[in-house]
């Protein structure tokens, strides 16, 4: 027997589901890159250019699973540049990062006008053909799609990767102090270099989702402050992936809940309910992080800070 309430409940879950997918992937990302000592700035262009590359690429191939590698591979492209900036040459990381972000504004800019407003299949429909046909109750539990999933598994993975790994626990050695994670013989730029280039692509797959899955086609400056958010929910979160996720379903919420005050019979205005969503989660994550004890703690020892094998 249908039920209506039942059936709400459900659509408002998986709707918030969907709208904090692309900042759990692109939290987790840069949660790991920041667990090994490295801060990357750069998210929010990160994410703008996997969106406008697996868009590009899903396409002109037809196939969106080549849409997400390429996504995650421009991604982790341009943390590579990072990377090499920061890590080799030993650039300012916090200025890198900007720039990394400035970049991938202009880029994606350039790089999606011939895509602007070029509107797609979403990607569950694209994995089930018949949705539009399906129940209002199957449509609904069909579109948590793969990449909904993931990102649901990605903080249980990386924290059991963290927590209960000999690697995990060589990266988060290395982010609290790379000068004795160095005298124990562990390569540090290496490990470093990869956990950058994991972020990136994960900011890559994140920003892949919003032109893919969630609003399939490309506009320009599609990713409207995930990245910056993203950020935000590692330091607050205390830098524990399932704090960040509490945070992302909390914008999510926010987010569906503000589309939907009509609908309950209250009334507001279209710029509120834009600015509701970033507000409501950084209200919430100031009030979490009063707590600086715990905030200095859990942060790692040496993020932020150049390493050299000579200094």
């Given at each position: 027997m249908h039920n209506p309430g039942l059936a709400m409940c459900l659509a408002l879950l998986v709707a918030t589901l969907r709208a904090a997918t692309p900042l759990i992937l692109a939290g987790i990302g840069e949660l790991v890159t920041e667990k090994s000592g490295v801060l990357n700035l750069g998210v929010e262009g990160m994410m703008l250019v996997g969106a406008v590359t697996g868009f590009a690429a899903t396409v002109t191939t037809g196939n969106p699973f080549l849409g997400i590698l390429a996504a995650m591979a421009a991604g982790a492209l341009m943390a590579g540049a990072f990377a090499f900036l920061t890590l080799t040459l030993l650039a300012n990381q916090v200025a890198t990062g900007l720039a990394l972000t400035i970049f991938g504004v202009g880029f994606s800019a350039l790089a999606g006008a011939p895509f602007q407003s070029h509107p797609i299949p979403g990607l569950a429909t694209l994995l089930f053909p018949d949705l539009a046909t399906a129940s209002p109750l199957l449509q609904q539990l069909l579109l948590i799609d793969p990449l909904v999933i993931l990102a649901v598994a990605s903080p249980v993975l990386v924290h059991l990767f963290l927590a209960r790994t000999r690697p995990g626990l060589i990266l988060r050695a290395t982010g609290e102090s790379h000068e004795v994670a160095h005298a124990f013989g562990y390569k540090v730029i290496r490990i470093r270099l990869l956990a950058t280039l994991f972020g990136g692509a994960m900011a890559g797959l994140g920003g892949a989702y919003l032109s893919l899955a969630y609003t399939p086609m490309w506009t320009e400056n599609m990713v409207a402050g995930r990245g910056w958010i993203a950020l935000a929910l590692v330091v607050f979160?205390?830098?524990?992936?399932?704090?960040?996720?509490?945070?992302?379903?909390?914008?999510?919420?926010?987010?569906?809940?503000?589309?939907?005050?009509?609908?309950?019979?209250?009334?507001?205005?279209?710029?509120?309910?834009?600015?509701?969503?970033?507000?409501?989660?950084?209200?919430?994550?100031?009030?979490?992080?009063?707590d600086k004890v715990r905030l200095t703690l859990n942060a790692p020892a040496a993020l932020g800070k150049p390493f050299h094998p000579a200094g």
């Amino acid at each position: 027997m249908h039920n209506p309430g039942l059936a709400m409940c459900l659509a408002l879950l998986v709707a918030t589901l969907r709208a904090a997918t692309p900042l759990i992937l692109a939290g987790i990302g840069e949660l790991v890159t920041e667990k090994s000592g490295v801060l990357n700035l750069g998210v929010e262009g990160m994410m703008l250019v996997g969106a406008v590359t697996g868009f590009a690429a899903t396409v002109t191939t037809g196939n969106p699973f080549l849409g997400i590698l390429a996504a995650m591979a421009a991604g982790a492209l341009m943390a590579g540049a990072f990377a090499f900036l920061t890590l080799t040459l030993l650039a300012n990381q916090v200025a890198t990062g900007l720039a990394l972000t400035i970049f991938g504004v202009g880029f994606s800019a350039l790089a999606g006008a011939p895509f602007q407003s070029h509107p797609i299949p979403g990607l569950a429909t694209l994995l089930f053909p018949d949705l539009a046909t399906a129940s209002p109750l199957l449509q609904q539990l069909l579109l948590i799609d793969p990449l909904v999933i993931l990102a649901v598994a990605s903080p249980v993975l990386v924290h059991l990767f963290l927590a209960r790994t000999r690697p995990g626990l060589i990266l988060r050695a290395t982010g609290e102090s790379h000068e004795v994670a160095h005298a124990f013989g562990y390569k540090v730029i290496r490990i470093r270099l990869l956990a950058t280039l994991f972020g990136g692509a994960m900011a890559g797959l994140g920003g892949a989702y919003l032109s893919l899955a969630y609003t399939p086609m490309w506009t320009e400056n599609m990713v409207a402050g995930r990245g910056w958010i993203a950020l935000a929910l590692v330091v607050f979160s205390t830098w524990k992936p399932f704090w960040l996720v509490l945070g992302a379903l909390l914008f999510g919420f926010v987010t569906i809940a503000g589309f939907q005050a009509e609908s309950w019979g209250i009334e507001l205005a279209p710029n509120l309910v834009a600015t509701l969503p970033y507000l409501a989660t950084i209200l919430v994550l100031v009030l979490i992080s009063r707590d600086k004890v715990r905030l200095t703690l859990n942060a790692p020892a040496a993020l932020g800070k150049p390493f050299h094998p000579a200094g």
